[in-house]
């Protein structure tokens, strides 16, 4: 299937500082989904986009499909370390996962 | 109450082996997936199987076989086990392609 580019692939920060990932196609897609991966567990569905321009907060979390839907991106304000892990971005109907960014927090 | 649930967790085995990992989702989900997460993380769709349609991803060897009894059901069997072998395979279930994934907690393959 048709891939989606994830960057950046790692991210270190400092406890309280902001990380954003991006999930980046060559084509529209249809819908958009963002997972969770803690160490040692198994990804975590967090949220699916659908509409074009799209955005959606969890908590810290703010979810965004690009107008164009070829793009979306996960932002979290102010990390903490429960938010390290791996974030996936999984564009619907196309089976193939990103990459994953791995987030990593210093406390 | 586990919606996803794989067996085992660990499997340690020989070269050449032949094995199954079992996975049965209580959630009435109509289509159920098979991921190999290598150790840089990346999620390689092996399998998905949808009203009976067995989708394959074409870059998967023939030693690698989906078997599903019914519609809660997704085995992944595997042939004559090889070094390569060696990662942790997801279960996965959903409605639907275009709906979020459950994932199971994953096999630990390891082949020596």
């Known amino acids: 299937g048709q891939q989606v580019m994830q960057i950046p692939q790692y991210q270190h920060v400092q406890e309280g500082e902001d990380f954003t990932t991006y999930c980046n196609s060559s084509?529209?897609?249809?819908?958009i989904q963002w997972y969770k991966q803690r160490p040692g567990g198994h990804p975590v569905f967090l949220i699916q986009l659908v509409k074009s321009g799209e955005v959606k907060k969890q908590k810290r979390l703010t979810f965004q499909f690009g107008e164009a839907k070829k793009n979306s991106s996960l932002h979290i304000t102010a990390t903490q370390t429960t938010d390290v892990g791996t974030y996936f971005c999984?564009?619907?109907?196309?089976?193939?996962f990103g990459e994953g960014t791995q987030l990593t927090v210093n406390p | 109450d586990t919606a996803v649930s794989q067996t085992p967790k660990y499997l340690v085995t020989q070269m050449g082996n032949d094995k199954s990992i079992k996975c049965e989702q209580n959630?009435?989900?109509?289509?159920m997936y098979w991921y190999k997460q290598d150790s840089k993380k990346f999620l390689k769709i092996m399998f998905s199987?949808?009203?009976?349609?067995?989708?394959i991803n074409e870059t998967v060897p023939n030693r690698f076989s989906p078997k599903s009894p019914d519609k809660a059901h997704l085995n992944l069997h595997i042939n004559s086990l090889e070094l390569g072998d060696s990662a942790v395979y997801f279960c996965?279930?959903?409605?639907?392609?275009?709906?979020?994934?459950?994932f199971g907690s994953g096999t630990r393959l390891t082949v020596v």
């Open positions: 199987y949808n009203n009976k349609e067995l989708i």
């Open positions: 084509t529209t897609l249809s819908n």
């Open positions: 996965a279930s959903s409605q639907g392609y275009d709906y979020g994934y459950t």
């Open positions: 959630l009435g989900h109509d289509t």
């Open positions: 999984n564009p619907g109907s196309r089976l193939t």
